[in-house]
């Protein structure tokens, strides 16, 4: 299979918001994916892609020498193929080449595959937001990366 990892463009929001509803119960909407793709000026999203279409993304804000990722999704029909640990990986190159120090997110903390991708990458945990998630009023672990 062929996957490309580029920025995110106007055309690709069909594709980024479906794999979002698709894969999170309280997602974002299409407009507030319109306004932080390419209305918000510390927004920085990539795409991964077949010939044929989206089939994941990941999200950051970048605030002066730090990256917040905000969010990281892959098509359900290509999960566990390594194309999440694409996404970040390109995303932590980005960082560094910009000039970010350290990089944070939050994650479900009974979300183990997420928890072991970011650990994977380097990210180690570093505090509990309670009752962090709206829908199910779940806790988040916040992770941290050094660059």
């Known amino acids: 299979m062929n996957v490309s990892i580029r920025r995110a463009e106007i055309d690709d929001l069909d594709g980024i918001f479906r794999i979002e509803k698709d894969t999170f119960t309280d997602y974002w909407s299409y407009e507030s994916l319109y306004e932080d793709i390419y209305k918000t000026s510390i927004s920085y999203y990539l795409v991964a892609c077949t010939k044929e279409a989206v089939i994941g993304y990941i999200g950051m804000w970048h605030v002066l020498d730090e990256s917040h990722i905000m969010n990281i999704a892959v098509d359900r029909e290509y999960r566990h193929l390594g194309i ?36 994977k990458y380097g990210f180690e945990r570093n505090g509990k937001r309670k009752e962090y998630y709206r829908d199910t009023k779940e806790d988040a672990i916040i992770m941290w990366k050094e660059l």
Not at 84 to 113: P, Q, W
Request: hydrophobic share 40%; glycine share 6%.
């Open 84 to 119: 999440g640990s694409l996404l970040l990986a390109s995303l932590i190159d980005y960082s560094r080449n910009a000039g970010i120090k350290r990089m944070t997110l939050e994650v479900r903390e009974h979300n183990d595959n997420a928890l072991k991708l970011y650990e």
